[in-house]
């Protein structure tokens, strides 16, 4: 147990549907993430949510909508996606602010997202 | 702003010891961050360093830092096949927060028996 779970763990979806990815951390952490890990590249930061803010769309499409109803859930909205879009969607939480450095991030396992 | 680099591949066999690289370029860095995934799995924080030490230990992993040539590496003793995984180093922005850690591209360790 990570103390970020993310559901669901795979995810087949067409390119008209529209799914949701959840995510929700356990640990009383104040910031929480996105990020993409397709094959062969770097992970991708898509949003950081702080204090249920969004305070970072790294030029992610709209296609991808994020939400954060509170602090300790994040979801991420798809619909109308491409074949491209396949990939490991990851969810991570920190603490931000006093006493925050050496802790980090804390993932999730993922989803595996297939467009098809 | 920051950038991290790593190279994406080693092969070591079970029992030697393993050594991962990795450069990053933001000298502020007050903490420098390993992370390992296993196939399947998210990112598991494995260990850090302040950027005042020059290594730490923690059982079968060390980890050196030298700042003056902002290099990173993690040793593994005694590679065992369970160790075979994405090794991620990062670093965190400037001002030291926690938040919009940079990562390295990852290098994938395999363990040949």
């Known amino acids: 147990e990570t103390g970020v779970t993310q559901t669901p763990r795979h995810l087949v979806m067409g390119m008209t549907n529209k799914k949701s990815l959840k995510c929700e951390q356990h640990?009383?952490?104040?910031?929480m993430y996105w990020y993409k890990q397709s094959a062969k590249k770097p992970l991708e930061l898509m949003f950081v949510?702080?204090?249920?803010?969004?305070?970072e769309n790294n030029s992610v499409p709209s296609r991808f909508s994020p939400e954060c109803p509170n602090s300790s859930h994040l979801f991420l909205h798809l619909h109308t996606l491409q074949p491209e879009d396949s990939a490991l969607y990851l969810c991570?939480?920190?603490?931000?602010?006093?006493?925050?450095?050496?802790?980090?991030?804390?993932f999730g396992s993922g989803t595996r997202l297939t467009v098809v | 702003g920051e950038d991290v680099e790593q190279s994406l591949f080693l092969s070591v066999r079970e029992g030697d010891s393993s050594v991962i690289n990795c450069t990053y370029t933001?000298?502020?860095?007050?903490?420098l961050y390993w992370y390992k995934q296993e196939p399947g799995a998210g990112l598991q924080l494995l260990t850090y360093?302040?950027?005042?030490?020059d290594m730490k230990q923690d059982q079968r992993l060390t980890v050196l830092l030298n700042k003056k040539d902002k290099h990173l590496s993690l040793r593994i003793a005694d590679t065992q096949t369970g160790d075979s995984a994405i090794y991620f180093c990062?670093?965190?922005?400037?001002?030291?927060?926690?938040?919009?850690?940079?990562f390295g591209s990852g290098t994938q360790l395999t363990v040949l028996p």
């Open positions: 990062a670093e965190p922005p400037g001002d030291g927060s926690a938040r919009q850690l940079t």
């Open positions: 360093i302040f950027s005042n030490m």
């Open positions: 949510y702080n204090f249920k803010e969004q305070t």
């Open positions: 640990l009383g952490h104040n910031a």
């Open positions: 933001d000298s502020s860095s007050t903490y």
């Open positions: 991570a939480s920190s603490q931000v602010g006093p006493g925050d450095r050496a802790s980090g991030y804390t």
